[in-house]
């Protein structure tokens, strides 16, 4: 195999063996490096370093400057085969990069995971890389946001046709129906803060089943130097705050509420997708079709959304995870079990890599969505004088017409025009009909006048967009100012 890259390059370029898709074809690269071998591993050899200098630094005097610049030396560089090797001896990972830790440095292995149990630096290191893989999944989540917020603002009067069980009913306009989308991103938006804000925190320093009791001993019983060692290390790690308390482990419902944001932000991809794919159809909207892009195998002719559909077959395998996490959180007896261990190793970075791609997908589109204004016209005129049925009925109130009278001549006449438009493909008669019925009392002209604005029929439409843009999203947005640009470049 090729030397000096990425284990994760390296997998790509096997082709004797099963790679995920996720890797090969859909996640981003940070995302995948996040968590790989080689991030974990050195978070692990952090944890250990910040360990022992706090310890030195609050007063455990066996541990020595010389030993904690050992450890820095080697803090990335590491000795994967030995590693490797031992744990085929001893079935103990966590152990095995201690020895191995330790082989780089002699001096300080005696010192190294001292007073320590297995998840202190497993927990740890797992939070630290889903505190940064929310991060970037926050970036993506503001960078589609603006872009369907520019998209909201250029279209929020451009009227169309509405659909209600896809069924032609009261008309829109192109950007209202964009704020559904922006809405609800928000709300996976307000989740992801609320993980951050109040769920995730450091595991800390806890010891074996939670109690400290191996770091009470270590201190001769000072309990303000076990609390200062939590709170420390927990800092160098870039944590704010620790779990009060914990068993074993940091608490699994933490995973759940984790996976839960992620599902939803895979809900809301899975909702514009669909749509976009019933759109396309339409002819209507459609998301970006590359100058060589083929279609279909068969049918030269085809722009297949191809971009929507994988966004739909993603978010769908999304939505399974919080229920094993549910599951693993349930199952955690007394202060832990190792049942957890395994489907963790899986789900959740899966989870990430799919809301990854998910987004990476949802961006590319948003960032270059055609609209074809003719065509929407089109549907929209076909459509049309049913739209105007209600303003008809209430007209010919205001002349001294009965209502229930009125209404029951336009619902026979809109049936028969409705019957003949599928049956025969024609055109859509329904105001020469009522022009023509003596006992509605309005005129032809009357009834063209209603088709020349159709942005009668839209209600509040272009003021909802501009007040939820201008009271509702931007001020939100406005706090991620500082949020670069993110690559939208689909894969393949």
């Known amino acids: 195999m090729p030397k000096n890259l990425p284990l994760n390059k390296i997998f790509i370029l096997n082709h004797n063996t099963y790679t995920s898709p996720l890797l090969s074809r859909y996640s981003s690269q940070r995302m995948l490096e996040l968590f790989s071998d080689k991030t974990k591993f050195e978070l692990w050899r952090k944890i250990w370093l910040a360990l022992a200098e706090t310890q030195m630094e609050i007063g455990f005097t066996s541990i020595r400057k010389e030993h904690i610049y050992e450890l820095k030396q080697f803090a990335t560089n590491i000795n994967y085969e030995v590693a490797e090797a031992k744990e085929k001896e001893i079935r103990h990972d966590i152990m095995s990069h201690v020895f191995a830790f330790g082989q780089q440095c002699p001096n300080a292995e005696a010192i190294i995971h001292l007073g320590a149990t297995s998840c202190d630096v497993v927990c740890n290191a797992e939070l630290w890389q889903i505190k940064h893989a929310l991060q970037f999944i926050k970036e993506q989540l503001v960078g589609v946001l603006r872009d369907l917020v520019r998209f909201a603002e250029t279209h929020k009067a451009l009227v169309t046709l509405g659909y209600t069980h896809y069924q032609p009913a009261q008309s829109t306009t192109i950007g209202k129906r964009a704020t559904l989308y922006i ?155 190792l049942d957890d261990s395994a489907i963790r190793r899986i789900d959740i970075p899966e989870s990430f890599l799919l809301a990854d791609a998910v987004l990476i997908l949802y961006a590319n589109i948003t960032s270059n969505l055609v609209v074809y204004e003719k065509q929407i016209a089109k549907h929209l005129q076909r459509e049309l004088p049913f739209l105007a049925t209600e303003e008809i009925l209430m007209r010919s109130v205001a002349k001294g017409k009965s209502r229930q009278e009125i209404h029951e001549r336009i619902k026979m006449h809109s049936k028969e025009v409705a019957k003949k438009m599928k049956l025969e493909a024609s055109e859509n008669d329904l105001f020469e009909r009522i022009a023509m019925d003596n006992d509605i009392p309005l005129s032809h002209d009357e009834l063209t006048e209603l088709a020349q604005t159709p942005s009668r029929f839209t209600g509040r439409a272009e003021h909802q967009v501009e007040e939820f843009l201008s009271e509702v999203v931007k001020p939100k947005l406005k706090r991620y100012e500082n949020i670069r640009s993110i690559e939208t470049k689909v894969n393949v």
């Open 183 to 337: 809405q609800d991103l928000l709300f996976d938006l307000d989740s992801l803060e609320f993980v951050e804000e109040k769920i995730l925190k450091a595991r800390g320093i806890k010891g074996t089943t939670g109690t400290q009791a191996t770091f009470l001993q270590l201190f001769d019983g000072d309990e303000m130097k076990v609390k200062e060692l939590d709170k420390c290390v927990s800092q160098k790690l870039g944590f704010d705050a620790t779990y009060f308390v914990t068993g074993q482990t940091y608490p699994r419902k933490v995973d759940a509420k984790v996976l839960e944001t992620l599902a939803g932000i895979g809900t809301s991809a899975h909702k514009f997708a669909v749509d976009l794919r019933l759109l396309s159809n339409l002819q209507v909207l459609e998301e970006p079709f590359e100058t060589s892009q083929t279609g279909s195998s068969a049918m030269a002719y085809k722009r297949n959304p191809m971009r929507s559909e994988r966004m739909t077959s993603l978010a769908r395998l999304l939505f399974t995870k919080p229920t094993n996490a549910y599951q693993t959180a349930a199952n955690q007896w007394l202060e832990r079990t």
